[in-house]
């Protein structure tokens, strides 16, 4: 019972003619999937009987909504993900949970193939491709719109002749993806990447000139890396997001334009919002300032950086995304504390942070009387610290060279190596002392 295909299945027009098309096209039984990741819009139970009036063979919904925020969302938290520095990988972090679906599905329904409804053109091919290689690589993989020529009009032509259950709208300019990390959306009137988003593209914030004025307060707990409470109230992961979806969302948080780089090569102009994203992201980040120490802090920054590429790029499922997690995961055993945020037009600002676990120590840091700081020690390690600049000076910069060694220059001792000619400038550069700290 290996001649099927399992099916990660939206319920709209391009993967309900898919049903069908794959069936006509290989003679395999199609079975269809359809992953709730927060996504929003219809009733699963409704999709799952289209599929089946669409002709599969059986059908299986899964709501994963809380598995997707704790195994994908909060990684991501953990990693402040942003690529190209911003944008929070939103769709980037839901198609490996569909692929683990997918290839479970397979396993338990019996398929020797997995499908899925992207083009040739963009990341999320990648993604799932890459993430379905890595769970089930003996699946074969098949993209009825990349590989059997399943256009949108021959879709919308194959819709009608088989009198297919789907509700014809008209179809939405725009591609639109969305989980409850947020929302992506892509082509039309975009594609001229002078024109501005209008408004009717946003659904999950209001216009930053539109909400209030004064904006609102949020206070955020995390334990170690992962948000616990909001204004005092525990909530799971996935509450913590929709939460502040909303709260973030009204003053108009998280909206982004941009130009991307796609793992395909090309450039795209995207736009998206992710609200809670952001200020959770936001928040985070202020809270690892706080209680990381400074090299950890510095390197995690690096990494994260690597790690946001790495699942741009599809590869979740990957030696190197699973090291740099464990490195991440060492880091979050500190990060635990209050941060208190004021979401106001478009903007997720700190404006305050506490922590059990925190680095900041008044009495160093103060600059009353009384501080412990020792100010002397400063000297000496500033000597050592610039030392190796002061070597390398004398040898490269000529501003460095004092007039004895000018006038060596004069007499020729310059075409002497570069290190004698430097032990021959006689005067040591002095550091300037002033009162700056
Ligand atoms: N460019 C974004 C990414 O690669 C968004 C992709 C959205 N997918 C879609 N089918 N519209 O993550």
């Given at each position: 019972?290996?001649?099927?295909?399992?099916?990660?299945?939206?319920?709209?027009?391009?993967?309900?003619?898919?049903?069908?098309?794959?069936?006509?096209?290989?003679?395999?039984?199609?079975?269809?999937?359809?992953?709730?990741?927060?996504?929003?819009?219809?009733?699963?139970?409704?999709?799952?009987?289209?599929?089946?009036?669409?002709?599969?063979?059986?059908?299986?919904?899964?709501?994963?909504?809380?598995?997707?925020?704790?195994?994908?969302?909060?990684?991501?938290?953990?990693?402040?993900?942003?690529?190209?520095?911003?944008?929070?990988?939103?769709?980037?972090?839901?198609?490996?949970?569909?692929?683990?679906?997918?290839?479970?599905?397979?396993?338990?329904?019996?398929?020797?193939?997995?499908?899925?409804?992207?083009?040739?053109?963009?990341?999320?091919?990648?993604?799932?491709?890459?993430?379905?290689?890595?769970?089930?690589?003996?699946?074969?993989?098949?993209?009825?719109?990349?590989?059997?020529?399943?256009?949108?009009?021959?879709?919308?032509?194959?819709?009608?002749?088989?009198?297919?259950?789907?509700?014809?709208?008209?179809?939405?300019?725009?591609?639109?993806?969305?989980?409850?990390?947020?929302?992506?959306?892509?082509?039309?009137?975009?594609?001229?990447p002078w024109n501005a988003p209008i408004e009717d593209l946003y659904t999950y914030s209001k216009n930053p000139a539109e909400a209030s004025r004064e904006g609102v307060e949020v206070t955020i707990t995390?334990?170690?890396?992962?948000?616990?409470?909001?204004?005092?109230?525990?909530?799971?992961?996935?509450?913590?997001?929709?939460?502040?979806?909303?709260?973030?969302?009204?003053?108009?948080?998280?909206?982004?334009?941009?130009?991307?780089?796609?793992?395909?090569?090309?450039?795209?102009?995207?736009?998206?919002?992710?609200?809670?994203?952001i200020a959770l992201i936001t928040a985070h980040e202020e809270l690892e300032n706080l209680t990381l120490e400074r090299d950890v802090n510095r390197t995690k920054r690096d990494l994260e950086n690597r790690?946001?590429?790495?699942?741009?790029?599809?590869?979740?499922?990957?030696?190197?995304?699973?090291?740099?997690?464990?490195?991440?995961?060492?880091?979050?055993?500190?990060?635990?504390?209050?941060?208190?945020?004021?979401?106001?037009?478009?903007?997720?600002?700190?404006?305050?942070?506490?922590?059990?676990?925190?680095?900041?120590?008044?009495?160093?840091?103060?600059?009353?009387?009384?501080?412990?700081?020792?100010?002397?020690?400063?000297?000496?390690?500033?000597?050592?610290?610039?030392?190796?600049?002061?070597?390398?000076?004398?040898?490269?910069?000529?501003?460095?060279?004092?007039?004895?060694?000018?006038?060596?220059?004069?007499?020729?001792?310059?075409?002497?190596?570069?290190?004698?000619?430097?032990?021959?400038?006689?005067?040591?550069?002095?550091?300037?002392?002033?009162?700056?700290?």
């Amino acid at each position: 019972m290996t001649d099927r295909i399992v099916l990660a299945y939206s319920g709209g027009l391009d993967t309900s003619v898919a049903i069908g098309w794959l069936k006509e096209r290989t003679g395999k039984d199609v079975v269809a999937l359809a992953v709730d990741v927060g996504q929003g819009g219809e009733d699963l139970e409704e999709i799952r009987q289209r599929a089946l009036a669409c002709g599969a063979v059986d059908a299986v919904v899964a709501d994963v909504k809380e598995e997707f925020a704790r195994d994908y969302l909060m990684p991501a938290l953990k990693a402040n993900a942003a690529y190209q520095r911003s944008y929070p990988l939103v769709s980037a972090l839901s198609r490996p949970i569909i692929s683990k679906y997918l290839v479970q599905t397979a396993r338990e329904l019996g398929a020797d193939t997995v499908a899925h409804g992207c083009t040739g053109q963009g990341n999320d091919q990648v993604r799932f491709e890459a993430a379905v290689a890595a769970l089930g690589p003996d699946l074969a993989t098949i993209a009825p719109i990349r590989d059997l020529e399943l256009t949108r009009d021959r879709a919308i032509e194959y819709a009608a002749v088989h009198q297919l259950p789907i509700k014809q709208s008209k179809k939405s300019p725009y591609s639109i993806d969305q989980n409850v990390w947020g929302k992506a959306v892509e082509t039309g009137f975009l594609e001229d990447p002078w024109n501005a988003p209008i408004e009717d593209l946003y659904t999950y914030s209001k216009n930053p000139a539109e909400a209030s004025r004064e904006g609102v307060e949020v206070t955020i707990t995390f334990k170690q890396g992962i948000p616990v409470a909001i204004d005092g109230q525990a909530v799971t992961p996935l509450q913590a997001v929709e939460r502040l979806n909303v709260l973030a969302g009204n003053e108009g948080v998280g909206r982004l334009d941009l130009v991307e780089d796609r793992l395909v090569g090309i450039k795209s102009r995207e736009v998206y919002e992710a609200p809670g994203a952001i200020a959770l992201i936001t928040a985070h980040e202020e809270l690892e300032n706080l209680t990381l120490e400074r090299d950890v802090n510095r390197t995690k920054r690096d990494l994260e950086n690597r790690w946001s590429q790495l699942v741009y790029d599809g590869l979740w499922f990957s030696g190197l995304k699973r090291a740099i997690d464990a490195f991440i995961e060492e880091t979050q055993q500190v990060v635990s504390g209050d941060i208190r945020l004021h979401l106001q037009g478009g903007r997720a600002t700190v404006t305050g942070r506490r922590s059990a676990q925190s680095l900041y120590d008044f009495n160093l840091v103060t600059y009353d009387e009384g501080g412990t700081f020792d100010h002397k020690s400063s000297k000496g390690f500033i000597e050592l610290w610039s030392l190796p600049s002061k070597i390398a000076a004398r040898r490269d910069n000529p501003l460095a060279l004092s007039q004895d060694a000018v006038s060596i220059e004069a007499t020729g001792a310059a075409s002497l190596p570069a290190a004698e000619a430097a032990e021959a400038a006689a005067e040591p550069v002095t550091v300037e002392r002033t009162q700056e700290r």
